[in-house]
């Protein structure tokens, strides 16, 4: 019994199928994480340089640079 079990937990150790899928997984979160919160990062500064930009257009300020 001692003998299956020792076999049953080496085979299971040295067997790596399926951890590149897990890796492409966790790369593959990371990714989108990371996006995530760069487009909410900088959506609020590019929506502001487009709401004065539409303003200079509009003619509505006079402060356009």
């Known amino acids: 019994m001692k003998r299956i079990f020792a076999k049953t937990w080496s085979r299971f150790k040295s067997d790596e199928h399926g951890v590149t899928?897990?890796?492409?997984?966790?790369?593959?979160?990371?990714?989108v994480v990371v996006?995530?919160?760069?487009?909410?990062?900088?959506?609020g500064a590019?929506?502001?340089?487009?709401?004065?930009?539409?303003?200079?257009?509009?003619g509505t300020t006079t402060t356009c640079s």
């Open 21 to 31: 899928l897990v890796e492409y997984g966790i790369a593959l979160v990371l990714a």
């Open 46 to 58: 590019v929506g502001d340089k487009m709401g004065s930009a539409e303003d200079c257009l509009d």
């Open 35 to 43: 996006g995530t919160s760069a487009l909410s990062t900088l959506g």
